[in-house]
């Protein structure tokens, strides 16, 4: 049904919006436009606020990492670089991870996402 119905809407974009036929649209504007039609403004809202308050909680860091990645689409306006998304997912990490990643100024979110993993099994071998 949803396929169906953003096949629809996709089909009268490129008509209506792309007369001259040049469809070379970026992903963030696709997205952008996908999410304005078929995401209600209320559900935008509250998986923004979501991420705006997401920690790791229980989850293992690369459960962490895959919720962070999918609520992050939800406000690309926090995350505007890498940079800040590296500081917004470390500050998110349990305490006794983000003590160890803080001090570090982490250039992407790959790059604390490796620090925090290899961190994390160490503490999980320190554990047994």
């Known amino acids: 049904m949803l396929q169906e119905r953003a096949d ?3 089909a009268s974009l490129l008509r209506t919006r792309f007369e001259d036929g040049a ?3 970026a992903w963030d504007e696709f997205v952008r436009l996908f999410q304005a039609k078929f995401v209600p403004e209320h559900i935008h809202h509250r998986m923004e ?10 989850m293992t860091v690369l459960e962490y990492e895959a919720r962070f ?5 939800y406000a690309p ?3 505007t670089d890498e940079r800040r998304k590296a500081k917004k997912f470390v500050m998110g990490l349990k ?3 983000r003590m160890r990643l803080v001090a570090f100024d982490h250039r992407t979110l790959n790059e604390a996402l490796s620090v ?5 099994g160490e ?3 320190y554990l047994e």
Do not use: N, Y
């Open 77 to 79: 306006h926090i995350v």
């Open 23 to 25: 469809v070379d649209v």
């Open 49 to 58: 606020q979501e991420f705006l308050s997401l920690t790791q909680g229980s």
């Open 95 to 97: 305490p006794s991870l």
């Open 8 to 10: 629809v809407w996709w």
């Open 69 to 73: 990645a999918e609520l992050s689409k």
């Open 116 to 120: 925090a993993c290899r961190q994390e």
């Open 123 to 125: 503490m999980e071998q």
